[in-house]
């Protein structure tokens, strides 16, 4: 069971360009989460998704910033006309359907998103 | 405001010795705490979850405390390994029902263990 794909694993933009960054749950999982985390700073939630939904999008940037989970494919966190600011390592998390009090989240290994 | 402090911020020691990282937060409601482990280009890992009512939790050479009143936590490491080497971040979850969402993560205290 391969654990949280993400890809690519380091992406270099220039001002101005679109980043599409591409993360795939480990299989049976449902929901996907979307952190950003800068240098010496931890890890900040973004969106929140399940399948064809987005629950809570309330750490993303309104502007330029949108994300996705289609009922075939992986999850796409978009970053449209980047600026330096953007630049950071994007992680994604997955996790099984509720079924607890405490959901265990599965990390993947992050893309890291230079702008120059 | 939702807090997570960790200390200290890096931390060398020898292998074999034990280590203890600290955490500190204001996050309320209440509803877990968790340590993650991540390594140097990786994604965090899970080594603990605790609800309120647990004090302690073990994984292996790992072993977290929660005080719920004075809101702090341990990460207590024995007899470490240079595999140990990574940083050890501290999350606490705000909100009922584990809303994942609420996830407030401190800055992490990087470990360096040395042979």
């Known amino acids: 069971n391969a654990g949280v794909m993400q890809n690519p694993r380091h992406l270099v933009r220039r001002r101005g360009q679109e980043a599409r960054l591409r993360c795939s749950p480990m299989k049976g999982h449902s929901h996907v989460y979307w952190y950003r985390q800068l240098p010496e700073e931890g890890l900040k939630f973004m969106v929140y998704?399940?399948?064809?939904?987005?629950?809570?999008e309330s750490g993303m940037p309104k502007e330029r910033f949108s994300a996705e989970f289609p009922k075939e494919g992986p999850s796409i966190l978009r970053i449209q006309q980047v600026v330096r600011g953007d630049s950071a390592a994007y992680f994604c998390a997955s996790s099984p359907a509720l079924d607890s009090l405490i959901e265990k989240l599965f990390f993947g290994s992050g893309t890291q998103l230079s702008v120059l | 405001k939702n807090q997570v402090e960790q200390s200290p911020q890096s931390l060398i020691i020898l292998e074999g010795k034990n280590c203890t990282l600290q955490c500190n937060y204001t996050v309320s409601p209440f509803s877990n705490l968790r340590w993650y482990k991540q390594d140097t280009g990786r994604g965090p890992v899970s080594l603990t979850i605790?609800?309120?009512?647990?004090n302690t939790k073990s994984n292996g050479r790992y072993t977290a405390t929660l005080d719920a009143d004075t809101k702090q936590s341990s990460l207590h490491i024995t007899a470490s390994q240079l595999s140990d080497s990574a940083s050890y971040i501290c999350v606490v979850s705000a909100g009922y029902g584990g809303a994942t969402n609420k996830l407030i993560f401190g800055t992490g205290t990087l470990l360096a263990v040395q042979p």
């Open positions: 605790m609800t309120f009512s647990e």
């Open positions: 998704l399940q399948k064809e939904n987005i629950i809570d």
